[in-house]
């Protein structure tokens, strides 16, 4: 979709405000039965630029002068954002149209919000970017912001069929975003195929977006059968293309890693939201205040072992990239649950969150619920991770 009003605008055929009414349009015509919006209400872009007349929304963790930014909860209901976040205000000096605030789970954690996905009506967007990922899914808008903390960009982009990027942990500011778990959060996107996410990344962060796909590893992690069969199928394509492609198994500690992982986001989730605990109690949302309680009785040195963990894995894991530059895993269990009460596991995506390194769900082809291939590369590898996105999407014939 992203390409596509590049190309409309580019040769003349739409306008900026041909574009903007499209999105209007279609958000008028599904948001009743999706819910993925928190406030619409189109901004005027900040200056000309790359992305000059490309609406996109933003989750509702995020700050957006005078725009809703009530962070999920009806605690924070009609407040009203101060400022533009960093990320937020640097796309639309891009030229970007901040089409409005999109749904998240509360305060960007497990408790689930109203938004439905739009590919597989009945199941789960996945969370915490729950509107974020809906929207682009429903066409609803190209692109969108999220964050993720364990799994909240890539496993909602698996859920509702779309490309989900998580870049390396640091590499773009989080000022202006809610915080959850400061040594985990990581902003991210989603737009409607990896060759968008190029698109993205080169015209509003300067990405190279150069690299060739000739090797990757796939490491061997339990899924369901739809997800194990779905990337099985993935990988002999490449490999009938000409991508070499070694089986590996998961690093010894893996399992740990995950672990840690949810160490960390319970002991940091829990001081970043205990002043909220105590004010509101389990009225800011059950599952979180269950995750602020356990996180208050975490003993600091299991916070120090979880964290000694993930640098003992990031040397365990780098020397793997040393020799293949794509690592190829499940980005979720299988397709998304049924039902709108849980937002799914993150246990596929968590590993690489806490490794920091840069991850992207690219959909696979299907029938049925989507799912997606998760590509994870080493730390500062962005340019050329969303390289390989558009090729292997590409070369498996994307999703249908």
């Known amino acids: 979709m992203l390409r596509e009003f590049l190309h409309a605008l580019n040769s003349g055929e739409k306008t900026a405000s041909d574009l903007l009414e499209i999105c209007l349009r279609r958000i008028a015509a599904s948001e009743p039965e999706i819910q993925a919006w928190v406030e619409v209400a189109p901004q005027a872009p900040l200056a000309e630029g790359l992305l000059s007349g490309i609406p996109f929304g933003v989750k509702d963790i995020f700050e957006t002068r005078g725009l809703a930014t009530e962070y999920g909860s009806p605690l924070y209901e009609g407040r009203k954002g101060a400022f533009d976040a960093h990320v937020v205000g640097g796309l639309r000096r891009a030229g970007g149209v901040l089409l409005g605030k999109t749904r998240t789970t509360a305060?960007?954690?497990?408790?689930?919000?109203?938004t439905c996905n739009p590919r597989f009506p009945g199941h789960t967007p996945?969370?915490?970017?729950?509107?974020s990922a809906a929207a682009v899914a429903a066409g609803m808008v190209p692109f969108a912001l999220g964050t993720q903390t364990l799994g909240s960009v890539l496993r909602p982009a698996s859920f509702c069929g779309v490309c989900g990027f998580k870049p390396s942990f640091g590499l773009l500011s989080l000022e202006g975003a809610m915080p959850f778990a400061p040594s985990l959060d990581t902003v991210g996107f989603f737009t409607a195929t990896a060759a968008d996410m190029g698109e993205l990344w080169t015209?509003?962060?300067g990405g190279r977006f150069e690299a060739d796909l000739n090797r990757a590893a796939w490491m061997r992690v339990s899924a369901e059968d739809a997800m194990e069969h779905a990337l099985a199928d993935a990988v002999e394509r490449l490999r009938a293309r000409g991508v070499s492609i070694d089986e590996i198994d998961p690093p010894q500690g893996w399992d740990g890693l995950q672990a840690a992982a949810r160490t960390i986001n319970q002991y940091e989730g829990a001081r970043s939201l205990q002043a909220r605990f105590e004010e509101f109690g389990d009225g800011i949302g059950s599952k979180l205040a269950d995750l602020v309680r356990t996180g208050l009785r975490l003993a600091p040195s299991a916070y120090d072992d979880a964290r000694t963990h993930?640098?003992?894995?990031?040397?365990?894991?780098n020397s793997i990239f040393w020799e293949y530059p794509a690592i190829l895993t499940p980005a979720s269990a299988?397709?998304?649950p049924a039902g709108l009460g849980s937002t799914g596991d993150p246990s596929h995506n968590a590993p690489w969150t806490a490794l920091g390194v840069p991850a992207i769900c690219v959909p696979l082809p299907v029938r049925g619920g989507p799912v997606g291939v998760q590509i994870a590369a080493g730390w500062g590898r962005d340019d050329a991770l969303v390289?390989?996105?558009?090729?292997?999407e590409a070369q498996i014939g994307g999703a249908r």
């Open 107 to 114: 305060f960007a954690s497990f408790d689930a919000a109203a």
């Open 126 to 131: 996945g969370g915490s970017s729950s509107g």
């Open 203 to 205: 015209r509003g962060f």
């Open 310 to 317: 993930v640098e003992q894995m990031k040397v365990a894991v």
């Open 334 to 336: 299988g397709p998304a």
């Open 387 to 392: 390289a390989v996105a558009a090729q292997l």
